[in-house]
């Protein structure tokens, strides 16, 4: 990844919840974030489209400082997703264009597109939200972010409450996406084997820190630090 363009980047982020954050987010790439409860994974994401501010150190975003972008600039081009929907009321059409709409850029065929990417027939565009399925709402929670067209997407567990055909649909447009729609995307996953087939790194979090990153398959059978070992070997048993 070395020769890639570096899109995000963090240098020593400090807040109440993060401690010594280090990484790099290069064009083309998807990262996982894993580790245990409570270790900060949500935490360092909400830093990344300033739903939060670090006390300490610096975030850029194309080389400039995020606090240098309009907030709502920055929360379009990077995008974030949560694991529960959070849709607007009214129809899938109004959820949709909110974001485009903000900067006169929603064009109806965008909601067909978008639509198409999530599997999802034309005809729910004028459908009341209240009507859709839990892994319906998602899909849509998904398109939507996609209206804004984000170069990065941040995603917090978006697929722990689906079912398994629709977590195949989610990580199947999220393999499509990559890097043609989205140029790179930030993802935090409670599934170890989730974190294998998605991420092309890994970065492991523990007690507010990055407590080891890199290539993803390489870290997971390799593990180097005691704790993502130990972390492992718990996800086996349990399961995840």
């Not at 974030?33 to 360092?44: D, T, V």
């Not at 965008?110 to 209240?130: A, M, W």
């Amino acid at each position: 990844m070395g020769n890639q363009n570096i899109i995000m980047e963090a240098k020593n982020i400090e807040s109440d919840r993060l401690k010594n954050i280090n990484f790099k987010l290069f064009e083309g790439e998807i990262v996982t974030l894993i580790g245990p409860s409570g270790a900060g994974k949500s935490s360092l994401l909400m830093l990344l489209n300033r739903l939060e501010d670090p006390k300490k150190g610096e975030i850029t975003y194309r080389n400039k400082n995020i606090n240098e972008y309009e907030m709502v600039k920055l929360r379009k081009e990077v995008g974030m997703v949560f694991q529960s929907s959070s849709l607007f009321d009214g129809t899938v059409e109004d959820n949709l264009k909110y974001g485009p709409s903000l900067f006169g850029e929603w064009d109806h065929n965008r909601g067909k597109e978008l639509l198409e990417i999530v599997q999802l027939p034309v005809d729910y565009l004028s459908k009341d939200v209240e009507e859709l399925s839990g892994g319906e709402k998602q899909r849509i929670a998904f398109a939507r972010t996609l209206a804004n067209r984000p170069d990065v997407l941040l995603l917090d567990e978006v697929t722990s409450a689906l079912d398994l055909k629709n977590v195949e649909l989610m990580e199947k447009f999220l393999k499509d996406i990559i890097p043609n729609q989205v140029r790179a995307i930030m993802m935090v996953t409670h599934d170890i084997k989730q974190a294998e087939r998605l991420g092309n790194r890994t970065f492991f979090m523990d007690e507010k820190e990055i407590a080891e990153q890199g290539d993803t398959s390489q870290m997971l059978r390799n593990p180097t630090t005691e704790s993502l070992r130990a972390f492992l070997e718990e996800g086996t048993i349990d399961g995840t």
